[in-house]
């Protein structure tokens, strides 16, 4: 299988100066390869459970989840509908200004050992919520993997422990 950071930089492309992290998953192994890349360095940390955030971080944090024998719970953004009760929070902006009010079902216990699952962070407001959401079920958040790793340092420090695939300065100039 190709090496995860090979498959994403192969496959992954700008388009007029936006980050085009879909057209990864199109291509079946680099999918299995960022996959495993995404897993792997999780394996010996009695992971319980993968929270991943929408959309993205449900495509990859179900498939982390699969390869790490765990179940997988959604962070929503706004408007989407949860059946059950939840716990809530609103990030502060993203890398876009948005400010999105974010929801996670109360299904988390204080015995979960938490991995953040995400393709991308920049701001890192998303990730700092969802601890956020995951810690005020009791449970311990561990830490985040990511494709891309865009995160001002301070901001990584507040994380747990980050791995990612490659940072964002390894994907080229945008514009280009
Ligand atoms: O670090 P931050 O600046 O807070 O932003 C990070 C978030 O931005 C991206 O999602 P996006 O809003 O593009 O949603 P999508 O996955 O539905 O396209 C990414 O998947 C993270 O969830």
Redesign the pocket.
Known sequence: MTSARTALLANFRWHGGHADVWRVFADGDALASVVTGLADPWRGSAVSRVVG?????FLLGAAVAVSLGVGFVAVRKDGGLFPDATVTTE?EE???GLRHRLRMQAVLTPADRVLLV??????????RAARYLVESTGATFLGISLLVDQLPAPVRSSLGRVTALVSADELGDPGA
Not at 118 to 127: H, I, K, N
């Open positions: 955030i929408e959309s993205r971080g990030a993203d890398y876009r995400d393709d991308w962070a920049e701001r890192g407001s998303q990730a």
